[in-house]
């Protein structure tokens, strides 16, 4: 029998990281150093990366190592917001069982599993050199998003000049937006663009359980991210550029 007790903030967190990738079914892996969350969207435009140490939570007990859990997105968030967020969940899998039992006070759950025979190939971060790094408050970055929606469905993160600057527009090229950060990147010119549509849920998720990211990117290379969820780990986010 494995059974771990940890907050239940920490899955909510991860679990509508992952659902905010319009992803249906994703896995996890019971491990001797802890949970670990390795899940990308079907159109592969989207990716997470999460180890969630075993130190981190208040009881870690596993009876094999590297046993992969497979789950419905919809069916584990819609049980977490069941229970007290400030609190603690009991999380159980007996043995031989396609079950995942949560239990919280006088509240017990049994969540049916899917298969999964392995974690997705996610990396621990991007592989090709990423030039421009910034620092930004989630709340800013959802204003940001909020700008370039209204002018199409695409976000080129541009340094220019020394500058970090928003552009938001579409393929036709009718409307466009622009932003000056107000950050300063000391680096040579360069720019990507990434798709609206799957960066504004992911950041709207990420904002409800971090305030501030920390950001990467290339020219033309993808956006990488990293927030911390306060007492529980950092977790690594991977958006794909759009192709021109």
Known sequence: MTKVVSKV????????????????????????????FKSMDPSHHEAVNFLWKKENMASYEISQANEIIGFRVDDFKSILKRFDKAGDVEVVKYDGQGVLQLHQGQKTFEMILVHAEHLEEVP??????????????FDVLKDVVGDMK????????????????????????????????????????????????YVADFISTISQYATKGSFEFGNDKPLQGLFDIEGIGSVRFFIAPKVK
């Open 9 to 36: 903030k920490g899955w909510l967190a991860i679990i509508e990281t992952i659902g905010a990738m319009t992803t249906e079914e994703s896995s996890f892996a019971f491990t001797e150093e802890g949970i670990v």
């Open 124 to 137: 621990d971060r991007v592989k090709a050199e990423l030039e421009y790094k910034f620092e930004l408050e």
């Open 150 to 197: 209204i002018a199409g469905d695409y976000i080129r993160l541009e340094v220019k000049n020394g500058g970090l600057y928003f552009t938001g527009g579409n393929d036709s090229e009718n409307h466009k937006a622009n932003r000056d950060s107000g950050i300063r990147i000391a680096a040579d010119d360069g720019s990507t663009m990434i798709s609206i549509e």
